[in-house]
């Protein structure tokens, strides 16, 4: 029994980074495709508007729904650690149930990483990748509960509302052991621990644009 204490804590880490490394792998496929579409579109970044704005399943087509064609793998948007009491585990902010209902998206489809809110929304110019000076210090998709518009969201990316109650900021409501898999808009994709991720964010490392809980940034 000692033994068996000692071992299955191992066990369980190693299970996940198996599964980190399989999300990491899913993000930067997806970063691919994101820069085939803004090769294909004049360097314009897949937009659409917030869900709870305008619920339009035919005109209103998601991020991930753009992407599709280039990626061609709808199990590809699903990471294997996300948890939640989302339906489907899927993120409310991007239409995921809508689109099922409608025939849009397959029946068993899972979306686990959010968009960047001031890009999907065009605000100020940023839906364009010249608007972005940095753009490897800018994330634009990632393990998250909602929205990218907020570090916490991506912190403690298995559980809502973490910027509102602190008790929720734990390891235990993280994606990863610790932290989270993060898209930069250059295509390439890193795990981040989940306070440090926080604290670039807040402190300008990371330039977020002007979504929700955006530095302004670009």
């Known amino acids: 029994s000692i033994l068996a204490a000692i071992l ?3 066990f369980s880490r190693a299970r996940e980074q198996a599964r980190k490394t399989a999300c990491l792998s899913n993000l930067k496929q997806i970063g691919t495709a994101l820069q085939m579409y803004t090769q294909d579109w004049d360097e314009a970044l897949p937009v659409c508007s917030t869900w709870c704005g305008w619920r339009d399943t035919d005109n209103n087509l998601q991020y991930y729904q753009r992407l ?7 199990a590809i948007w699903a990471c294997p650690s996300a948890t939640g009491s989302c339906t489907n585990n899927s993120i409310p902010h991007h239409a995921v149930n809508d689109m099922i209902n409608a025939g849009k998206i397959p029946s068993n489809f899972k979306l686990s990483y959010g968009y960047m ?3 999907q929304n065009r605000c100020c110019g940023q839906d364009k990748l010249t608007t972005w000076t940095q ?3 800018t994330p634009v998709i990632a393990d998250c509960m909602g929205l990218l518009n907020s570090p916490y969201r991506v912190a403690w990316a298995n559980v809502c509302s973490a910027k509102c109650n602190p008790d929720r900021q734990t390891d235990a409501n993280t994606r990863h052991n610790g932290g989270s898999n993060v898209l930069f808009l250059d295509g390439h994709a890193k795990f981040y621990s989940a306070n440090q991720f926080v604290s670039d964010w807040l402190n300008g490392v ?3 644009g002007n979504g929700w809980d955006g530095n302004g940034l670009r």
Request: glycine share 0%; charged share 10%; proline share 16%.
């Open 8 to 10: 299955f804590p191992v």
């Open 68 to 74: 599709q064609p280039y990626v061609k793998n709808w």
């Open 117 to 119: 809110e001031s890009i």
């Open 135 to 137: 753009p490897s210090v």
């Open 206 to 208: 990371l330039h977020t």
